[in-house]
């Protein structure tokens, strides 16, 4: 997500984001009924990506239908509520994966834009709108942008991009007394000026500002961490100080979850596949391993975090922690959250060689 997400490679993609982002996978794409999608041919309850997505599917209905009404009531509710997925993503997030993804679909630019100016005569103060349209700029100047590496960009492309994502850091600027009481404004706003390439000074101010209104908002540290990652110019050390530093602030309501949570959001492909070389504690394993095993206590359900779980206990070569993973995931694999060389087969001919 450069000095965009991601310096080096991907456009608005978050490989989200533990989170937000992903396609939906094969083995869940299907829904099935509310909370139920389609595992190869048998039925389970969603989790992780396809849940998000499918939460998030009714306010695209309503854009469509020009209901803003509606759009606005469902923006507040989800605003003023801590309800969260049954792997402990907030709901929230599904608004703006919904919202990013049905710009970059279906790239309806100019008729998106009419729809704004028709809800700003209706209702010229909605922070819903405000909201939506900064993240309609934003996913307009990664279209101008492109994906690959920063040296593959036109000078045009770079422009609009630059262009566009000052009209995202507008809208959010005039909205902030109405929109501020949402965790949402401030995410978008560290992601605006991250890609706008702002001053770190100015990220970390407004950080703190979202930290101590929202300190269990997961996206407000996203934000924040994803600007100190190598991705965007920064490294790994000041990426864990980070990291640790985030579990003091959220320990009481997450354990050490966050801090696998972070380097969650920071893997992706090579050269971006989280590894834990020997003697490095960037990241640290067993603070990982903490992590998850909060996250498996307070979201036992989900076997989107326990595939994740077992993904990196593969490469940190913890053979009786995947083993154990491996064994409770049966043939629940979402094939996605593991990495390019650390595929399950692979990993399960690892473990079987060692005895």
């Not at 759009?71 to 969260?84: G, N, P, V, Y």
């Not at 076997?303 to 070569?317: E, G, L, P, Q, V």
């Not at 390019?340 to 001919?349: E, Q, T």
Request: proline share 5%; net charge positive.
């Amino acid at each position: 997500m450069l000095t965009s997400f991601f310096r080096a490679v991907f456009t608005i993609t978050v490989f989200v984001s533990p989170y937000f982002c992903v396609p939906l996978y094969a083995q869940t794409a299907g829904s099935m009924g509310v909370g139920m999608c389609n595992d190869n041919g048998k039925l389970r309850k969603c989790d992780g990506s396809s849940l998000v997505n499918k939460a998030g599917l009714p306010l695209q209905g309503m854009w469509n239908q020009r209901e803003f009404d509606k759009i606005e009531k469902d923006f507040q509710a989800w605003c003023s509520s801590t309800e969260r997925f049954p792997d402990g993503q907030w709901k929230l997030i599904a608004f703006e994966y919904s919202f990013n993804l049905m710009f970059k679909t279906w790239k309806k630019w100019d008729d998106d834009r009419k729809r704004f100016e028709e809800w700003k005569v209706k209702n010229p103060t909605s922070a819903a709108s405000a909201l939506i349209e900064a993240i309609f700029w934003r996913t307009y100047a990664w279209n101008a942008r492109g994906g690959g590496y920063a040296s593959t960009v036109s000078k045009e492309g770079w422009e609009l991009f630059r262009e566009r994502m000052e009209k995202a850091k507008t809208v959010l600027t005039n909205s902030k007394n109405q929109a501020k009481s949402c965790p949402l404004w401030y995410s978008l706003m560290l992601d605006t000026l991250r890609d706008s390439g702002s001053p770190l000074v100015e990220l970390e101010t407004l950080y703190k500002e979202a930290a101590a209104l929202f300190p269990e908002y997961h996206p407000i540290h996203f934000s924040m961490g994803s600007a100190l990652s190598p991705r965007w110019g920064g490294n790994l050390e000041r990426f864990d100080k980070f990291a640790r530093e985030v579990v003091k602030i959220t320990k009481q309501a997450e354990g050490y979850g966050l801090y696998a949570r972070l380097y969650w959001t920071e893997d992706g492909p090579a050269p971006y596949t989280i590894q834990f070389p020997k003697g490095s504690k960037t990241p640290e394993w067993e603070l990982m391993k903490s992590g998850f095993e909060d996250l498996m206590k307070r979201y036992p359900e989900s076997t989107w975090n326990m595939n994740k779980f077992a993904s990196f206990a593969c490469r940190a070569n913890d053979k009786a922690t995947y083993l154990k993973l491996r064994q409770q995931l049966g043939t629940i694999i979402d094939s996605q959250l593991w990495p390019s060389g650390y595929s399950v087969d692979v990993c399960d001919y690892r473990f079987a060689k060692t005895g």
